[in-house]
């Protein structure tokens, strides 16, 4: 089974800071996806990176994708309150068509 | 507007009681989820359906069963409620790879409470 380590768990911050969040596996990823979750509500996909070297920019969201394809970081630039949420990374297993999804990162982001 | 849809929002059962979660996309995806949230535990996948006729275990099917009724609708249904099933649950759907624009759509969620 492919683990996805997510870090910090974790990260309350002021509105302005910057911030990065991580996604790790002992697995080589065939594609990662980023999603994010807001209180009350069901994920939301943000970003898919399918290639090693990758980077993907969302507005202030910058997504990278490791060389090797083992790993992935999400950078915020100036964060805001609105960007406060779960923020889950999910893969698929070789081979499979399932999912599997990473505990999150808890991003509270304070005015 | 399209997505995926679940009833009810929220429900509180007692222990021992029986009941279904609906869910219903419109994304015309063939394949769909149901995944509870806990606390510290993440994203756990209960039942899958691959396609509109077939329904797999995830990694927790332990007391669900679940209908794909047609192309749209997937239910879950919980037929002894337990303390332990007291969690949030999500219906998704997705293209089979889940790389389509919208990765793996997700419900709002239904909050349950089993007392």
């Known amino acids: 089974t492919q683990l996805l380590e997510q870090s910090p768990q974790f990260l309350s911050i002021q509105e302005g800071e910057n911030l990065t969040v991580y996604c790790n596996s002992s697995?080589?990823?065939?594609?990662l996806q980023w999603y994010r979750q807001e209180p009350g509500e069901g994920p939301v996909l943000l970003v898919t990176v399918v290639t090693g070297g990758e980077v993907k920019k969302l507005k202030r969201l910058t997504f990278q994708f490791g060389d090797a394809r083992k790993d992935s970081s999400l950078h915020i630039t100036a964060a805001q309150p609105g960007d406060t949420g779960l923020y889950l990374c999910a893969s698929r297993p070789g081979g499979s068509y399932i999912p599997t999804f990473g505990r999150g990162t808890s991003l509270i982001v304070h005015p | 507007n399209a997505g995926v849809t679940q009833t009810p929002k929220f429900q509180v059962l007692k222990t021992g009681q029986s009941m279904t979660l609906q869910c219903a996309q419109d994304?015309?995806?063939?394949?769909m989820y149901w995944y509870r949230q806990d606390p510290g535990m993440g994203l756990r996948l209960i039942y899958y359906s691959a396609s509109e006729g077939t329904t797999d275990k995830g990694e927790v099917p332990n007391g669900y069963n679940v209908s794909r009724l047609n192309k749209r609708e997937f239910s879950l249904r919980l037929e002894s409620a337990a303390p332990s099933q007291t969690s949030v649950y999500f219906c998704a759907s997705s293209e089979p790879t889940g790389e389509g624009p919208y990765g793996y759509t997700f419900g709002s969620g239904t909050r349950l409470t089993v007392v």
């Open positions: 697995s080589v990823f065939s594609s």
């Open positions: 994304m015309n995806h063939n394949s």
